[in-house]
């Protein structure tokens, strides 16, 4: 009877963590990147240029990126989930004080304060999940984590585009906040305690050694400039899609520009499909895939044609949320030891691909418009399928 129930219980345990890290990247991405909606509004409302008003976006990931190697060394010492847990509950209260910001500096200060607040669930969840779930099933549930991150930046992203056609940026910024909390109440409820966790000691030498032996690990190496350069050009297209969608040639009114935003549940799909593919064929060959597309999709949107245009940021969103639920597998997998320490620095560069490759865009974007942005998208993919070769590379040689 024991040995019938013990594979019961642990696959409710695992569904349970499946299902709260599912409601974690809702929050955590809603969150992060809700700003990315309010960006015209917030231009015309501060009389920002694209560039500045952008900082929404670019200061939360950039502080989120300093932030993400410390919180999860002190996850090692204090527990994955007390760490994710506080993260979570800080971010949202942060995001229903921000709709009363003054003006737009105190609003990018706030953005940032948030960005340091949300670390705690993208550099612990990948290790939590690497400890708790058995590792045949590890890419799916990697999967059903990243989707949840897409459906969180979808929402995140209609939810202040709808309400911006009744009202101003703070109503959208409140409405996302309100939604936030709640699911970040449901993240906090479900979140079971860990049970493949054991506590570090704070051990400065031997962070700093194994830091720097992730860095040296070829394979690892190779991710993290993947997820720099892939994330850089993901969010360049994202970030001023809005600005290129509500003036001519389109003219689209905000909520219908916003609504593109549904082409992320192409990302959702992908990020689950893309999980359990890597577990039966193999993750170079879902990565090369998910480069081929995200490429192809970018050059789709240069025509000044709506259809074709709504296809090609299909393509890229596709493309990109399968190499980066593979990519994200594959950094626990790889890494020999010190997980944590491995996926928080994946993200460090995830992160920093977002705030300062997707900042750099708004140059290219004031100087060339939207085929400069393309073309400056287009590099950094090519630099993915570089970092995609010499990781195929180095896996090889470590047979």
Do not use: K
Not at 58 to 84: C, D, Y
Not at 110 to 117: F, I, K, T, V, Y
Not at 179 to 188: G, R
Not at 202 to 219: A, C, K, Q, S
Request: aromatic share 8%.
């Amino acid at each position: 009877m024991t040995v019938a129930t013990a594979p019961a219980e642990t696959a409710a345990h695992e569904r349970r963590i499946t299902l709260a890290l599912f409601a974690a990247g809702l929050t955590t991405f809603a969150t992060m990147y809700s700003a990315q909606a309010l960006l015209p509004s917030l231009s015309a409302a501060f009389g920002a240029t694209p560039a500045h008003a952008a900082l929404a976006v670019s200061l939360t990931t950039g502080t989120l990126a300093l932030a993400i190697v410390p919180v999860s060394v002190l996850s090692s010492r204090f527990g994955r989930t007390r760490v994710m847990i506080v993260s979570a509950v800080t971010a949202a209260a942060l995001g229903l004080l921000l709709p009363v910001s003054p003006n737009l500096d105190v609003l990018l200060a706030g953005r940032a304060l948030q960005g340091l607040a949300l670390a705690g669930v993208p550099a612990v969840a990948m290790a939590y999940l690497a400890e708790e779930i058995g590792a045949g099933g590890l890419g799916a549930a990697m999967g059903v984590y990243v989707s949840g991150t897409t459906v969180g930046g979808l929402a995140g992203r209609l939810i202040p585009a709808f309400v911006l056609e009744g009202g101003s940026w703070r109503w959208g910024a409140a409405v996302l906040g309100v939604a936030a909390a709640l699911c970040t109440v449901w993240f906090v409820r479900e979140l079971p305690a860990s049970r493949g966790f054991v506590a570090q000691p704070l051990r400065v030498p031997t962070l700093i050694r194994d830091l720097l032996g992730h860095l040296r690990n070829p394979t690892l190496a190779a991710l993290f400039a993947l997820a720099f350069v892939l994330m850089g050009g993901f969010v360049s297209v994202y970030n001023f899609l809005g600005y290129r969608l509500t003036r001519e040639p389109f003219g689209l009114s905000t909520a219908a520009a916003g609504s593109v935003f549904v082409l992320y549940l192409g990302g959702t799909a992908s990020s689950t499909v893309a999980g359990r593919l890597s577990d039966r064929i193999g993750r170079g060959r879902v990565l090369a895939a998910a480069l081929v597309t995200m490429a192809a999709g970018l050059a789709l949107t240069l025509p000044d044609r709506l259809p074709v245009l709504l296809v090609g940021v299909l393509l890229c969103t596709v493309g990109f949320f399968a190499a980066h639920s593979t990519a994200s597998a594959w950094v626990g997998v790889a890494a020999r030891h010190d997980r944590a320490g491995a996926s928080s620095l994946y993200l460090f560069f995830y992160y920093l691909g977002s705030s300062v490759a997707g900042g750099a865009a708004g140059i290219w974007y004031a100087r060339h418009g939207w085929a400069g942005l393309t073309a400056y998208a287009g590099i950094l993919v090519a630099a993915a399928a570089v970092a995609a070769i010499r990781l195929g590379r180095s896996s090889s040689s470590a047979r």
